[in-house]
């Protein structure tokens, strides 16, 4: 049924061990055409997994919809969804191929709810900014899949479980987003100092995963005002819950970038191990 399907679509690609997941705090759209850090540090995550990804699905913070989407589009374009920034930003293209039909077999894969084919999307800043530095050749085809911004955290965390099997099939699935997104409390200055309240949440987070508690993440707005502060809507969050949907019990857990900028958005990154 819809994982023979997924096999046919994906015979081509190379068998390989369980493809880690990840979970990218991709900030300010800026950090597209930066040579920081944490655009470094995106280059050493592309270059460190195991396998190059035969494809690459971004849950992005920045494709919000009623229902769930997914990207079928052969050539996706680049999406300059911000305003404000210097021309320079606007200038850049991500080319990657698409992957049309791997794409709709990734729908089928969704059982909970009808997944509608979507080609006039393309790969937002929630994508393309971070790919650019992680595969700055553009090589390997992306999709997306969108968040459906009318359901609870719990759906979005039932629904990522049932991509897992694309992992399988070399399949690197990206949840990209912020842990801690409070635009009302930004600073706009590199050298600003963290929020306690951010600071402290974001350490919450990373203990709970660390322990695995999704449970409790997924019900964020138990875990007190911190919480309320970090996310006070929770479009950036919910690309974090896809990622714990995808990791397996007994999965280790990686961080692979830790800061706090703006004094209000944590970059924080990891992925399964």
Not at 2 to 17: A, C, H, R, V
Request: charged content about 15%.
């Amino acid at each position: 049924m819809q994982l023979n399907e997924l096999k046919n679509i994906s015979d081509n690609f190379p068998g390989t061990d369980l493809m880690p997941v990840m979970f990218i705090g991709h900030g300010n759209p800026m950090n597209g055409i930066s040579d920081n850090a944490f655009t470094k540090a995106l280059g050493h995550m592309g270059t460190s997994l195991p396998h190059k990804p035969s494809a690459i699905l971004v849950i992005s913070a920045h494709w919000l919809t009623k229902g769930t989407h997914v990207l079928v589009a052969p050539h996706p374009k680049t999406i300059h969804d911000f305003g404000g920034f210097p021309p320079a930003l606007y200038e850049v293209q991500y080319p990657a191929p698409g992957a049309p039909e791997l794409a709709k077999e990734t729908g089928k894969l969704i059982t909970s709810t009808t997944v509608v084919e979507d080609d006039h999307w393309g790969l937002d800043h929630g994508a393309w900014t971070v790919l650019k530095h992680m595969y700055p050749a553009a090589d390997i085809p992306v999709f997306q899949l969108s968040i459906d911004y009318h359901q609870p955290p719990a759906y979005h965390y039932k629904l990522a479980a049932e991509l897992k099997a694309l992992r399988k099939k070399g399949v690197l699935i990206m949840g990209s987003g912020n842990i801690v997104h409070n635009l009302y409390q930004i600073v706009f200055s590199q050298h600003a100092k963290p929020f306690d309240w951010a600071i402290s949440f974001d350490e919450t987070v990373k203990q709970k995963l660390m322990t695995h508690q999704f449970e409790d993440l997924v019900n964020y707005h138990t875990l007190g005002q911190e919480a309320m502060l970090s996310i006070p809507t929770n479009d950036h969050y919910l690309p974090m819950i896809y990622t714990l949907g995808l990791i397996n019990k007994g999965e280790d857990i990686q961080f692979t970038y830790e800061e706090i900028q703006n004094a209000s958005i944590s970059m924080r990154c990891f992925q399964s191990a």
